[in-house]
């Protein structure tokens, strides 16, 4: 696995999807006061051939207005760049943004891998609109779940 993070000293911040010639995965979904469940992911996607792109920084003051600009900007360049996206909706938050970015990537033709934590407030929004959407889509209800569908897709 290639691990890119938005803005990083530790990794690489940035990809060009045609020098790596793999498929590339955005981790998409709750960030603001929210568990780091890309940490999570990355960790169980550690031995594929997969470039991940977690947009979650190290450090990050979104009240700054030139940082909190060039962080919607890299989001937006690296979803759109992206091969497939996973979403994750934690519980501790609406993430208004994820809902936005998942509007947006449901009517792409992108490979898309949903979760959504039970506790999630809007959650049967979630499972509405995905089945109108994208019929027969599954929403995982756990890290782990989410996790297996992606390594079960790349090994078939």
Known sequence: MLYIEAFSTKHKSSFDH???G???LFLAGSISDSW???ECVASRL???DLV???PRREFFDTSVKEEASRQIEWEFNHLDRADM???WF???TLAPITLLEYGKMMMTKKKLFVGCDP???RKFDIEVQTELERPGTFIHSNIDSLCESVISYLNN
């Open 18 to 20: 045609d020098c790596y």
């Open 90 to 92: 934690s519980h501790e």
């Open 85 to 87: 996206v996973l979403f």
């Open 119 to 121: 506790a999630y407030r």
């Open 52 to 54: 991940v792109i977690n």
């Open 46 to 48: 550690e031995k594929t």
């Open 36 to 38: 780091n469940w890309q």
């Open 22 to 24: 793999k498929t590339s």
